[in-house]
């Protein structure tokens, strides 16, 4: 077990429709990061977050978005959805970025299919 | 751009037998690199990481040497357990912080 957490499992939905994964990170973790894992592209990333505010991005369709709060969890939103959205997304979390060996810690990713 | 390259698989040996996976990288400056395994419906763990030319990671029987010679993170296993089946990802961290990965190998050990 890393420590981070994700919700929901599993997401079923169709087309056109709009969801939300949600991601806690380790306790003392400050950076969240989510990672797109499809079987045309593999693991990609798509955004990271630190301290509550947009540090990185990836490559993020613009029809997603996602925020960090003020108690460090984070959500990733995604709206608009196409079958080729569905994928596994995992979120991840590190103490300190800036640090060179500073390391991630993976959730257990939630499953979306879009049918 | 960063890349990572990593042979293709699956990979099929018998338990006990030795296991290398290779693994690659371009990258400018000089990247922390990774082996993260992912088990069959699990999320990605961290198996071992070296940050600097010549460090050695290792973990549970696993070891991968940082090469910048060679630009190459190999990752090795003297003898190999059932429960060692899974895929496993290279990756690395260059100017920023995300992580850039292989495209897995997959590693069936057989009794």
């Known amino acids: 077990d890393s420590g981070v957490t994700q919700t929901p499992k599993h997401l079923i939905t169709a087309t056109g429709q709009r969801v939300t994964l949600r991601c806690s990170p380790r306790?003392?973790?400050?950076?969240v990061y989510w990672y797109q894992q499809s079987l045309d592209q593999g693991l990609q990333f798509l955004i990271q977050?630190?301290?509550?505010?947009?540090?990185a991005k990836g490559n993020i369709l613009e029809r997603f978005s996602a925020q960090q709060f003020p108690d460090l969890h984070s959500e990733l939103n995604l709206s608009s959805l196409e079958l080729g959205d569905s994928a596994l997304y995992f979120c991840?979390?590190?103490?300190?970025?800036?640090?060179?060996?500073?390391?991630?810690?993976f959730g257990p990713g939630t499953r979306l299919t879009v049918l | 751009g960063n890349s990572v390259t990593q042979m293709e698989g699956p990979v099929t040996l018998s338990e006990e037998a030795f296991l290398t996976i290779n693994c690659t990288y371009t990258?400018?400056?000089?990247?922390?690199l990774f082996w993260y395994v992912q088990y069959p419906g699990e999320g990605l763990q961290l198996l071992l990481k070296?940050?600097?030319?010549?460090d050695k990671g290792s973990n549970k029987g696993f070891e991968a040497t940082y090469r910048k010679e060679t630009t190459s993170f190999h990752l090795e296993k003297g003898s190999v357990q059932v429960s060692d089946s899974a895929v496993y990802f290279c990756?690395?961290?260059?100017?920023?912080?995300?992580?850039?990965f292989g495209t897995g190998t997959q590693l069936k050990v057989e009794l």
């Open positions: 991840a979390s590190s103490v300190e970025p800036l640090v060179k060996s500073d390391t991630q810690y």
């Open positions: 990258a400018t400056g000089y990247p922390s």
């Open positions: 977050y630190y301290n509550g505010e947009e540090r």
């Open positions: 990756a690395l961290t260059g100017g920023g912080n995300k992580l850039t």
């Open positions: 306790s003392g973790d400050l950076s």
């Open positions: 070296a940050t600097k030319a010549d």
